[in-house]
């Protein structure tokens, strides 16, 4: 029994720390490994992303993107695209943030 109420404690604390004001941004995160399972099943990455047409992605963003939804690490990305992977994490970043902006409008 005291394990059982530490369990549920434990799960109950986790719950109200996954509502928080603080995490409200992960909470909201769009996955682009989601958007990759959807690409495994038939749709290609520039169909998938023209879902988003609104969000207007740049090229570097597109790119960087469709190479991490392609199964792609930073650093592979970067070596493909010339740039430094600090750069293609901040594309992503930004891709993320203007796919959210556009489902939620």
């Known amino acids: 029994p005291f394990a059982e109420i ?3 404690r434990r799960m109950c604390t986790a ?3 996954a509502q928080s004001p603080r995490n409200t941004a992960l909470n909201r995160a769009i996955s682009l490994h989601t958007l ?3 690409l495994a099943a ?3 990455v520039y169909g998938a992303i023209g879902l988003f047409s609104d969000a207007e ?3 570097l963003e597109m790119a960087a993107v469709s190479l991490i939804v392609s199964g792609f690490t930073y650093s592979e990305i970067a070596e493909e695209l010339n740039c ?4 293609v994490d901040n ?3 930004r891709a993320r943030r203007k796919l959210w902006r556009s489902m939620r409008s």
């Open 84 to 87: 430094p992977a600090k750069r």
């Open 42 to 44: 038939g749709m290609d």
């Open 6 to 8: 530490c369990a549920i």
């Open 91 to 93: 594309a992503v970043q």
């Open 15 to 17: 719950r109200r720390a």
């Open 36 to 38: 990759g399972y959807d």
């Open 57 to 59: 992605l740049t090229d």
